[in-house]
């Protein structure tokens, strides 16, 4: 019984929630090898064999996977499938975006997001938003798994020795191809793997308050920015900064929640922070529910009072 996990790299380094994924990957027993696609990924493909726990890195390397499109990962993961008995993916837009194609082509059933191993062939992932756990069994010869990375914590990133073995990279597709890229650039924590995070809601009642109100506290906090869906929905926020059931799953350190009501669909994307605190001031908020520290007030004076006081 091996186990292969599909690196998230950028050709030079490794992402964090392949580490998380390759903890999932252990927690089935037996040997976790890593799968490392790209292009001149050599550093990428090193820095996997450190990681603790891996017994062993396939690095394939060519210009078609440069790009990490997602029909020709599939078919470098197709290329070795038969070799495993599980395969596993973090449960992000690229995972999400290569899985549900290697399982079609293995003509097996998809296990996503799943939190936790309970055996080899049983795991448990949300439903409902978060409000109950299903417990899944497959029978299938291989499984095809995508791992919510919230629920597992990160393999070291060293201590590892593992060897690296070079596979022929898969052939172009020819059913897409890559045009370009445009990378958002920010000085601020990338919202996934952020140990401080804090979020506004509709409640701030334009991009302008929100700027004025959130980046502050972020600054002093040294916290990436988030956002509830309504704040993102009305503009207030950019897309890429929503958390929740359609957003961004997090699990950081501290969550600080500033006029966010606490919808179902955005508690299912934090209610597993260490830490959560709110700040709103209608009583009655759900938020208040899950938080472990909340504030009952203006988040208009109460957030630059914290400011201050920090």
């Known amino acids: 019984m091996t186990s292969l996990v599909i690196a998230e790299h950028d050709n030079a380094s490794i992402k964090g929630a392949t580490l998380n994924t390759i903890t999932a990957a252990a927690a ?39 790009a990490g499109l997602a029909e020709n990962v599939a078919a ?3 290329a070795i499938a038969s070799n495993y008995t599980h395969i596993l993916f973090p449960a992000t837009a690229s995972g999400k975006n290569v899985a549900p194609r290697v399982a079609a082509k293995l003509d097996v059933g998809q296990i996503s997001d799943i939190t936790q191993v309970d055996s080899p062939d049983t795991f448990e992932r949300p439903i409902y938003a978060g409000n109950a756990i299903a417990t899944v069994q497959s029978r299938d010869a291989i499984k095809v798994i995508t791992v919510r990375t919230t629920g597992f914590d990160a393999a070291a990133a060293t201590g590892g020795t593992a060897p690296v073995e070079t596979v022929v990279a898969a052939t172009d597709s020819g059913k897409s191809s890559f045009v370009g890229r445009e990378v958002t650039k920010n000085d601020r924590p990338e919202l996934t793997a952020a140990k401080i995070i804090v979020s506004g809601g509709r409640a701030l009642g334009s991009s302008e308050k929100f700027n004025e109100v959130m980046i502050p506290l972020a600054d002093k906090l040294g916290a990436a920015i988030g956002a509830s869906r309504a704040a993102v929905d009305a503009g207030y926020a ?13 699990a950081p350190q501290l969550y600080v929640a500033c006029g966010i009501s606490g919808a179902i669909q955005h508690l299912a994307g934090m209610k597993d922070s260490k830490v959560i605190v709110a700040i709103n001031k209608d009583p009655e908020a759900p938020i208040f529910s899950v938080a472990d520290f909340g504030l009952e007030a203006d988040l208009f004076v109460a957030v630059p009072e914290l400011v201050a006081a920090l």
């Open 28 to 66: 089935i027993g037996a040997d976790v090898h890593v799968l490392v696609a790209g292009h001149n990924a050599g550093a990428a493909a090193a820095a996997a064999a450190h990681i603790a726990g891996v017994s062993k890195v396939i690095h394939a390397d060519g210009a078609t996977l440069e």
């Open 76 to 78: 470098q993961v197709l």
């Open 238 to 250: 950019a897309n890429d900064l929503q958390v929740g059931q359609t957003g961004k799953i997090v």
